[in-house]
């Protein structure tokens, strides 16, 4: 089963920040790759991906300037950065992969899911 690996996750400060990566291997190198995340008791919501080359870069307006993705192309790896992290960023965070580098909070075109890794903000 192919499948893609969230790590990185875990608890921190409010203010503080956290890297997270999702390695997608070979299989998806031609593929659009994204992060996503839900919180408790909320729809999932869409925050960033970069096409298959790297050159064009799509982000949810409310995570755009906080949150940074980057893609390595020869590792087929993605790289969620984020920073100045609130109580509110608390969720599952999930990397996906598809056809597109704007599937809106429903994941539209998004084909593979990895299981997600939890972040964790304190107060």
């Known amino acids: 089963q192919v499948l893609l690996l969230e790590t990185g996750g875990g608890l921190v400060q409010a203010g503080g920040s956290l890297r997270l990566a999702c390695s997608a291997g070979n299989f998806f190198n031609d593929y659009a790759l994204a992060w996503f995340r839900q919180a408790p008791g909320n729809e999932g919501k869409f925050i960033a991906a970069k096409s298959w080359h790297g050159a064009m870069t799509q982000y949810a307006k409310s995570f755009e300037g906080r949150f940074i993705i980057s893609r390595n192309k020869a590792t087929v790896t993605t790289h969620l950065q984020m920073n100045d992290l609130t109580p509110e960023d608390t969720a599952v965070y999930y990397c996906?992969?598809?056809?597109?580098?704007?599937?809106?909070?429903?994941?539209?075109?998004?084909?593979?899911w990895g299981r997600g890794t939890q972040v964790t903000v304190s107060a």
């Open positions: 996906a992969a598809g056809n597109t580098i704007s599937p809106g909070d429903e994941g539209y075109g998004m084909e593979s």
